[in-house]
Each structure stands twice: as C-alpha cells, then as structure tokens.
C-alpha cells in the first residue's frame, strides 16, 4: 500500500483550521486550530455554528497548551535504533527505510523460527480515532499470523456488563442531564474525565434538580452534591444490590416495565435479598441512614438519571457493579422519559463503524498479564513472544504490575519496537523507535463515546520531523510483507469509506460532521432499545452467569491483609489522558492519604518523603494530606510517569493483575498497600 501522509495545508500564512479532538475523552470537542508556517499556534473550541453543541464554547487546558506536546524536547523526530543499554534511552537516528527493513527481517525471522504467535501487537488506542487503529493495522498482524490482544485495560468489565444487560444500547445524551429532577454521578469525575458535563450539571441544580455523588473521595463535583455516598473501593455492588432489594421490598419495583420489557428480574431480585441498608452499611462504610436517603430521592424523582463511570469497574467485583448499576434504571421504571435512564459508553449511538479484518484464529493475550506474558512468569500458552510491537499505548506507564513488565521489556532477546509520538518510558526499552504524527498532522475520525458524534479529524499542522501516520506505516509493512489484496483500501478517503460505509461518508463530507440515526439526543425504550435479540433488558443474562466464576451480583470481600491495610486507587487527573502529555508534568507527584492515616503513621508534614509498598513493588515519593480521601484511602495519579517520583516507579507498580469478575478486565483499584517513612 503507497498511502502517502496528505499534503499539509499550505506553510507561510497564518491560517484557521477546523477539526476535532480523538483523545480518549467522552467530549470529543470540535476544535479551531490557529497555524502559522505549518506550526500550530493556538487551539480552541470551534465556533457554536460548526461544533457539535457538546462543545459548548470551551475544550480543557490540556489540549489548549497542545504545542508544548507538539514541539517539546521529548518529540520523537526520526526513526532510531538501540545502542545503550534497554531503558537507558541510547538510540542513533535510521531512515525510515531501514527501519521498515528490520522490522520485516525480525518479523519474518521470528515467524520462521517459533511461529507468527511469537510476534504480540500492543496497542489500547483509547487518543486513536477510527482510521488509526484497527485498520492497516489489523491488515498487518492479522494476516501475519500473529498473536491476538484483549484489550482489557479499561471499559473491558463495563462493555461486558452493558452488552450482557442491553446488548450495547445509546445511553442519555450528556446535554440532556440539564433536564433531571435528579443525576446520580456514579464512579467519575466529570471535573477532570469529561469537563462538559459539569456546567450542564450546575445548570440542572439551578432547576431545582438533585445531584448525588457515589465515590471514595470528594471530588470537585461531590463538594457541591446534595448527597455524597463514600463508599469503600469496589462495593458499589452492595450499594446498588441494597438499592434493588428495598425497591422490591417495597413494591416500588415498575413491575409493568420489567413485564413487558425485562428478563431475570426474580433472579436479581433473589440475589439482591440479603444486602439490606445495614449490611450493605457495614461494607461499604456509607451510613444506613444515608444509602436510604439516596433510595427515597431515586425512587421519587422522575427524570433521573445515572452517569455510570469508570471507576466502578476497576476492582475484582467490576463487572457485576457494573450490571447492578445499570440494572437500577430498569427496575426503578426511570426509561421511557428524556433524561431518564443511564449513560456509560455512548460509542453504541453508532453501529456498523470500523474495518473487520477477520480473526486468524491465533492465541489471545490479556493485556493485563503482558508482564506474566513477556517473562516466564506464568507457563505460556504457544511460543515465546520474540517481537513485540507497540503503538497507540505505553504499556510501562499503565499496565498492572509494573515490575513484570519491565522485567519483560528489558529481555535481550526481546526485539521491541515502539511507534509513538514522544519518548515514553515504554520507548525506552525499544530495539527500534518510529516516530508518530498526532492528530493535528494526519487524519483521522473521531467518534465520541459521550458526545454522540462522529466527525473529521484533518491534518492541519505539518508533521514535525519524519513523523508518519499509522495508515502510511501498517500500510507500508503490509505491502512489504506482500499481504495487501486488491480490493483492501489505499489512500485515506478509501478507507474513510470502507470505515464508514458510503451513506454516512457523504453526510459526513456534506455537513462535517455525523450524528446517529437515532436522533441527536434519544429517549430510552422510546427511540432506541437493548440490541439484545428479543429487545428486552436481561437483568441477569446466562452469559455473564457462566463467565463470572460464583456467579453475577456474588461479592467478593476485601482482597487485602493485615500488612497491606489502605487502598490505593489511581484515577484520571486533568493535567494528562491516560500517561499522555505526562512528560509535562512539572515536579514530583505525591502520594494522597487522609490527614489521620498520615498521623498513624507519623506522616507530619514534616516527614514528607514515603515508601508505599506491597508484594508487587514499591513508589517512593513525597505524601500530601488530603481530608477529601476517605480515611483508609490512598491516592496516586493515573499515568504518572518515570521522572514523576523518586523511585521511576508510579501506581502500576503497586497495582495487581488479577482479574474482573467478568470481562477479564484490569483491577487497578484493588491495589492494597502499606506506607512508611522514609528517612531524609
Ligand atoms: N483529563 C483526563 N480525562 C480522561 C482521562 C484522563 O486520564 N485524564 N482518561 C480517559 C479514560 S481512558 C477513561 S477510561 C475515563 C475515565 O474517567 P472516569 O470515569 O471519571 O474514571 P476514573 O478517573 O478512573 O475514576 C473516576 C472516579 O472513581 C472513583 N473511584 C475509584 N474507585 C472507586 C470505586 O470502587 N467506586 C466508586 N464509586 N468510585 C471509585 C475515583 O475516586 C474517581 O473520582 O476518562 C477519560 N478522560
Ligand atoms: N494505575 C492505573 N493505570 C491505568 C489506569 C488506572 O485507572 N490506574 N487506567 C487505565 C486506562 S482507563 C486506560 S484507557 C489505559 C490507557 O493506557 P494507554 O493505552 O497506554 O494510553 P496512553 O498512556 O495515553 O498512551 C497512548 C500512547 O499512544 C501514543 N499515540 C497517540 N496517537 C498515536 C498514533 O496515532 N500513532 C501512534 N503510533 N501512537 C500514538 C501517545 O503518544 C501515547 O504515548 O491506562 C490504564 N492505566
Ligand atoms: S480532551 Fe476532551 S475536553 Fe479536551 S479538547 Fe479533547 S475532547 Fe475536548
Ligand atoms: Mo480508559
């Protein structure tokens, strides 16, 4: 394939762009790019006339300081071999035509010797649009022959739980949430995840409507809830099954609803019985008092509505919180009314989207046990993985159990390859580095997973250095390799069509931008459905039945011991996505801890440097009092990178890989931890 990256807009002038932004963000803003010979200078919100209405006006800060990630000193500008030591960072620069060279040669090589299963493609692709991953990519590895990978480091629980209850439905349109007598924020903090939602929540609350927060900290938006639940990390399940059982206790259950339109309803309710507001208190350490004050202002409050978020699924019981969150529309009867129901992903609005490369049937890696994977770990399943080749993730950075992964990636009979935009930590550990364009140099389309859009991604800046898209590279690998078909797309307007389908690439060159079939903003159970084959909500389906080992809705207790007695969790900050835009962050980041676990520890502000540990590994970093932690609750970043602690090490380093009780997703906030002093 002969993609050539496309002709950047003309170098000299100052000129004005519009585009939209494909970080992994629910908002996907629609953005108005200033450039000036070739060089971004400015980013903003595109204006109400073109931009999707979620955009409202404004994007973060983040993305408003893009060129700091643009043209920083951390850019990779060619491709670059190895010549120190793995993690050291040595690399002397190569042509791109060497460097495509070697990757067959060692591809080849290895299928040769061990089988194509040797070889194990790395990406999650949550900052890539439609274009950037899964397409020539998929081209690429799937005809090879080699290994598969789950991606299972976010959303894997949740999609498993919202297919298995509504086979995927559309959920509440954010913008509607101005309309609910009540907006039950479960698990996510829109403050730093999803910044458009909080005005539009402020407005609701000017209405007369209620907020209600469920989450371990007080975060922004919690400080200015009516209610804030404080539960323990991973038992929302008995929260939300305390919640079922009194709605069926009190006959408050829509049991015309649930006639016409649900299955598994004596079975949930069966499972819901012995979490009454006393046991479900106990457990979760939210006051009875509380959990039933939540329940009277659900079960009168029509429209409300639950925003269900991620922080929900990252624990051994995720799945199942999951499925008993988004059951409790259903059985407290809130569809059918706009701005009642439930949002999680919202990627559902759109069906039919993205290239199917068929599965060549190889062995399937959960990205969660990469490191038991890269290292004899674990007995592996197939050959030794040889070549591993990363792109669109920086797996050093946010896999669990960090140590193993490193461990793994500093094998010297490992040949690495990491295409990326900047020099991560993963990059570090490469034979080869491949530098990447971002998403202002070449194109792409984004679709968002709150903001029901789909819309162009062009390319408006010029790629700094010998940057190339994901298209031009996986494309020319393939050729390479001789695995391109004649019918397979060549240029990105092909593949734009075999992405899109031809009806919905013409509205999108026509109008800029596509909304779903469904309307802009629908109506649960009024304008779409559970894709589910007979239409109807399964609230206890047999496929997540078998999947989960005890069992759907079972609760399993509190993984950690005596040694290891505060929990840490690792949510998303505003400053970064994921480890994205990490190498910005000024300074060293510190642990979080409530002010009276630091006093048992003889953590004064004057002992300011820790060691948090479990049987994992360790962080050492500086601590910070936070009264906003529920005591027994500790805090470090998501993403954080090498140069963030003392230590090179960040919250995946404490973090296990076990697995979710359904959808074999991460459990990073299942990491249980102890914290001492270090001495200055
Ligand atoms: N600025 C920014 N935006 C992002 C990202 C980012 O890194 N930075 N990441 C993007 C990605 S990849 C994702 S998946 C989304 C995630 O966005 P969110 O859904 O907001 O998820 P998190 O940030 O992981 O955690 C949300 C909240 O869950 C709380 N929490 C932790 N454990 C539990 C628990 O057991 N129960 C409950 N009820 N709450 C808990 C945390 O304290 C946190 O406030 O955001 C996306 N947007
Ligand atoms: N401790 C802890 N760790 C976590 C989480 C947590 O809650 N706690 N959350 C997890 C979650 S929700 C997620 S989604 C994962 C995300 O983890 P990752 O998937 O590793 O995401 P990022 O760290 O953003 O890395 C994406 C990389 O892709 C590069 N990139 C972007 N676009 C392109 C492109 O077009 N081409 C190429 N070649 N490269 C590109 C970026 O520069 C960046 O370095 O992290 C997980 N890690
Ligand atoms: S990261 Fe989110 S808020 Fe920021 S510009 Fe992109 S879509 Fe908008
Ligand atoms: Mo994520």
């Given amino acids: 394939m002969t993609i050539a990256d496309p002709a950047p807009p003309a170098t000299g002038d100052a000129a004005i762009h519009h585009t939209a932004c494909t970080l992994d963000c629910p908002d996907s803003c629609s953005l108005e790019v200033e450039v000036e010979h070739g060089r971004v200078t400015r980013v903003r919100a595109a204006p109400p006339e073109i931009a999707h209405p979620l955009t409202s006006g404004f994007i973060c800060s983040k993305v408003g300081r893009i060129s700091r990630h643009l043209y920083g000193e951390d850019r990779l500008l060619h491709p670059a071999v190895r010549t120190g030591v793995k993690g050291d960072g040595g690399f002397r620069p190569v042509s791109w035509d060497d460097a495509l060279g070697l990757i067959v040669q060692r591809m080849m090589e290895a299928k040769a010797t061990f089988g194509g299963e040797s070889i194990l493609p790395l990406s ?17 590895f799937r005809r090879f022959g080699a290994s598969q990978l789950a991606r299972t480091v976010c959303a894997a629980p949740s999609t498993a739980a919202a297919l298995g209850l509504y086979g995927k439905m559309a959920g509440v349109a954010l913008e509607d949430y101005e309309h609910a007598s009540l907006a039950i924020v479960w698990g996510a903090n829109p403050s730093s995840t999803g910044i458009h939602l909080v005005p539009i929540l402020r407005a609701a609350r000017a209405r007369g409507g209620k907020l209600v927060v469920v989450d371990p900290r007080r975060t922004p938006l919690a400080k200015q809830a009516d209610l804030h ?16 059982r009194e709605f069926f206790r009190r006959g408050d259950a829509d049991l015309e609803f649930l006639a016409e339109h649900a299955t598994g309803v004596d079975e949930l ?8 507001f006393e ?32 922080g929900v699924e990252r624990n051994r019981n995720g799945g199942s919180a999951v499925a008993a969150v988004l059951a409790l529309p259903a059985v407290a009867g809130k569809f059918k009314v706009r701005a009642g129901g439930y949002t999680m992903s919202n990627g559902a609005a759109f069906r039919n989207v993205g290239w199917r490369e068929p599965s060549p049937g190889t062995r399937i890696v959960n990205m969660n046990h990469v490191g038991r994977e890269l ?21 050093l950075a946010t896999l669990p159990n960090q140590e193993l992964v490193r461990r793994g990636l500093a094998r010297e009979d490992l040949f690495t390859v990491v295409f990326d935009q900047v020099m991560t930590d993963t990059a570090a550990y490469a034979d080869l580095v491949l530098p990447a364009t971002t998403f202002l140099e070449h194109d792409d389309l984004a679709m968002g997973y709150g903001a029901m859009v789909l819309h162009d991604t062009k390319p408006v800046a010029q790629p700094v250095g010998e940057a190339r898209s994901n298209l031009r590279v996986f494309g020319e690998l393939a050729d390479r390799l001789g695995l391109l078909r004649n019918d397979d797309p060549r240029s990105e307007p092909e593949w734009r069509q075999a992405v899109l389908g031809g009806e919905r690439q013409r509205r999108l060159a026509e109008e800029g931008l ?38 759907l809705y079972a609760f399993h207790s509190e993984p950690g011991d005596g040694r290891y007695p505060l929990a840490l969790i690792s949510p998303s900050v505003p400053q970064t996505v994921s480890s994205t835009f990490g190498q910005l962050r000024p300074g060293q980041v510190p642990l979080e801890m409530h002010p009276d676990d630091a006093a048992a520890r003889g953590l004064g502000r004057d002992k300011p440097r820790v060691r948090v540990f479990n049987d994992y590994g360790e962080v050492r970093c500086r601590v910070r009092h936070n009264a906003d932690l529920k005591p027994g609750v ?8 090498a140069r963030s602690t003392e230590s090179g090490t960040n919250a995946c380093a404490l973090a296990p890989d076990t697995l979710t009780d359904i959808g074999a997703g991460a459990c990073f906030n299942d990491a249980r931890v102890q914290v001492e002093a270090l001495a200055d």
């Avoid at 991953?133 to 998929?138: C, H, L, R, S």
């Fill in 375 to 395: 290292t004899d770990a674990d007995p592996i399943q197939g050959p030794p993985i040889r070549v591993l080749f990363v792109y669109n993730a920086n797996p």
């Fill in 269 to 276: 309710r069966r499972r819901a019985e012995p979490w009454t």
């Fill in 634 to 641: 500790v805090l470090l970043p998501k993403g954080v990178w």
């Fill in 229 to 244: 639940l404080q539960p323990r990390p991973g038992t929302d399940l008995c929260l939300a099954l305390a919640l079922h």
């Fill in 514 to 551: 596509v909304l779903p079939e469904t309307g802009r903003r629908p109506i649960q159970f009024v304008d779409v459905f559970p894709h589910t084959a007979d239409r109807k909500v399964h609230l206890c389906p047999p496929s997540l039945e078998t999947e989960s080992a005890r069992g």
């Fill in 279 to 310: 046991r479900a208190a106990e457990v979760t350490g939210v006051p009875a008092p509380d959990i039933a004050r939540c329940y009277d202002w659900y079960s009168g409050a029509s429209p409300a509505v639950i925003r269900c978020g991620w």
């Fill in 124 to 140: 999650y692709g949550g900052s890539n649009g439609l274009l950037t991953q899964d397409t020539a990519d998929a081209i690429l």
